[in-house]
């Protein structure tokens, strides 16, 4: 292969999927960018339009606005079936998918005329098609990925328990943010969307394939190099995440449901969250997943605010900056992508 070792950098939200080619070298600006309507979203507009029965299978993707849609199809007594990868969109356990009126199954009826639909997260052609017309993307060695994934925990414990409990295991038993960057065949079995988005990446391309936290991503993108404390507030489209990293690794977490936060609240959290002040059941009473702190700062702390939604903090008077690494901030997620790949020796340092 002739040329720089490259590095496709995707970051899967709610709103949009955004993407980049990281070449080692190059100035980061000049590094090709895409952002891209998400894969849910764009299911989701698809199937708004279908008034007929629907067989459903591909990969597990974020759910979205998906699983209501279902089941406004199934109240018209329309018939929906899914194939268990595909089932796990909706929910990680399926007996609940069942429930709803969605019935499991790995093949199409044999009598079956709707409409069949691919859930696929991961569309690699399509990106090397694009990027190929630029004479871009000849060169991958990685595929990076960032999703958001729950996890399922078998012992029938709450998804944002769950969650956030596997964050803070990490942090804590797997020597900080290295233990939440995944190679493709370290992604744990309970995190069945992480896994389908890796496996997909894997039949696409030969490449390495490493797979983050949506969460994670924005956190590792927007952390700056000074040593001084540092909190992250990532106001995303679903979910809202803050982070405060002390000497580069992060020493607390908190992370709420963005359509749930008031301006007043979002501004009493980014407060009291660093002093130790927040929480865990206060965070997941008010429909959050859950807050921890492993360390106080000992000194002020600057705040950093990235994500689509942004906006909110304005609102609230606390003083504040905007990382925008290479130049935009909605390629927070896969900067965050590069950083993860670097810590992990999965891509040259320069």
Not at 283 to 296: I, R, T, W
Request: charged content about 25%; aromatic content about 6%; proline content about 5%.
């Amino acid at each position: 292969m002739k040329g720089s070792p490259q590095m496709l950098a995707i970051d899967i939200g709610a709103g949009t999927q955004d993407i980049l080619l990281y070449q080692g070298g190059r100035e980061d600006e000049n590094n090709p960018q895409l952002v891209l309507p998400s894969p849910s979203r764009v299911c989701a507009t698809r199937l708004e339009g279908l008034t007929e029965d629907l067989f459903i299978h591909g990969d597990t993707i974020g759910g979205g606005r998906i699983g209501p849609l279902l089941e406004r199809h199934i109240k018209k007594e329309y018939k929906v079936y899914m194939t268990e990868r595909a089932a796990h969109t909706i929910r990680d356990d399926l007996n609940e998918v069942r429930e709803m009126g969605i019935e499991v199954k790995e093949t199409k009826p044999s009598d079956f005329a709707g409409e069949e639909v691919e859930l696929k997260e991961v569309d690699i052609p399509f990106l090397l098609k694009v990027l190929n017309t630029f004479d871009e993307g000849r060169n991958i060695t990685l595929v990076a990925i960032a999703v958001q994934d729950h996890g399922f925990s078998t012992s029938g414990e709450s998804d944002r328990v769950f969650r956030f409990s596997c964050f803070r295991r990490a942090l804590v038993e797997q020597k900080g943010l290295t233990g939440l960057v995944y190679r493709s065949e370290e992604i744990p079995l309970y995190f069945h969307r992480m896994l389908s988005a890796a496996h997909r990446a894997i039949r696409e391309i030969e490449a390495k394939v490493m797979v983050m936290d949506t969460a994670i991503s924005a956190i590792m993108g927007a952390m700056s190099q000074s040593t001084e404390p540092q909190l992250i507030v990532n106001v995303g489209n679903g979910h809202t995440i803050m982070a405060l990293i002390i000497r580069g690794q992060i020493q607390g977490l908190l992370e709420h449901h963005t359509s749930l936060l008031t301006t007043d609240k979002l501004r009493n959290y980014v407060i009291r969250f660093p002093r130790g002040d927040v929480s865990n059941e206060e965070v997941y009473n008010d429909g959050g997943h859950g807050a921890f702190l492993l360390e106080k700062p000992q000194a002020d702390v600057a705040i950093a605010v990235t994500g689509p939604k942004r906006g909110m903090m304005k609102e609230t008077g606390i003083p504040y900056y905007l990382p925008a690494p290479g130049g935009s901030m909605m390629m927070t997620g896969p900067w965050g992508l590069v950083a993860g790949a670097k810590l992990r020796d999965l891509f040259p340092a320069k």
